[in-house]
């Protein structure tokens, strides 16, 4: 059964710990991430400058662009794109060799909480064996079926986020990709143009929650 799990790890295991130390106040939001791209990460306890300062300081991440400040609005969230180093790599690397997906993660006070999907028990259980022999000291906060995958802060459809997670574990999304859109097409048993059209909407509406700020489904056709 498909089960989504939602668990704690600390910022010097996964990223952030030196920023959580220069900025207490420090906090982020992701959408979720998939394949190797760098995400778009949603920071906030700070002016730009402050936070911008140090990231460029921490080691655990490179920061590629500011993408947006806060602006003429009255927060203080900015919207950087960041590549992680080898740690939250790692941690990827074991949820993907396991069939499951990082849907969310944000963080606060030195500490992440990330929600994962993985499509049985067998799955969770090897992956928390792996957690603990890497060191990641996770603390897993709850556990439970596809029935609550609405409460999972993702913006996609059911149908988009199955198709997603599909093409992410066959490695569409690998540089170089280890299937084309066409063999994906035939896995999922629809038409390439019906793929195709399917991921640019998915895109759009991760894309659309990302600079948005928050994981609200959005209105894009599944």
């Known amino acids: 059964m498909t089960t989504v799990v939602e668990l704690d790890s600390p910022a ?5 710990a030196q920023t959580f130390d220069r900025v207490p ?31 460029e300081c921490d080691s ?9 400040d806060s602006g003429n609005r009255t927060d203080d969230r900015s919207l950087f794109r960041l590549d992680f180093g080898t740690d939250l790599k790692l941690f990827q690397q074991v949820v993907a060799e396991h069939d499951g997906a990082i849907l969310a993660a944000h963080g606060q006070s030195g500490q992440w909480s990330l929600k994962l999907l ?24 709850r556990v439970s079926g596809t029935g609550d995958l609405t409460s999972t802060r993702t913006p996609l459809t059911d149908l988009q986020y199955e198709t ?8 569409y999304f690998d540089v170089p990709r280890a ?19 399917r991921l640019r909407r998915s895109h759009a509406a ?16 599944p």
């Open 164 to 171: 997603i997670a599909t093409a992410y574990e066959l490695g």
């Open 60 to 68: 655990s991440v490179d920061v590629i662009a500011c993408v947006s």
């Open 118 to 141: 993985f499509h049985d028990h067998e799955a969770v259980s090897a992956c928390h064996e792996l957690f603990n022999q890497y060191e990641f000291r996770v603390e897993i906060t």
């Open 25 to 55: 106040t420090f906090e982020f939001q992701i959408g979720g991430l998939i394949g190797e791209s760098p995400p778009l990460v949603w920071t906030t306890g700070a002016d730009r400058a402050t936070i911008e300062g140090a990231l």
């Open 12 to 16: 010097e295991r996964l990223g952030f």
């Open 206 to 221: 991760l894309v659309s929650a990302e600079l948005s700020g928050g994981m609200s489904p959005v209105a894009i056709d």
């Open 179 to 197: 299937i084309t859109l066409e063999e994906l097409a035939g896995e999922l048993d629809i038409s390439h143009q019906a793929l195709s059209e």
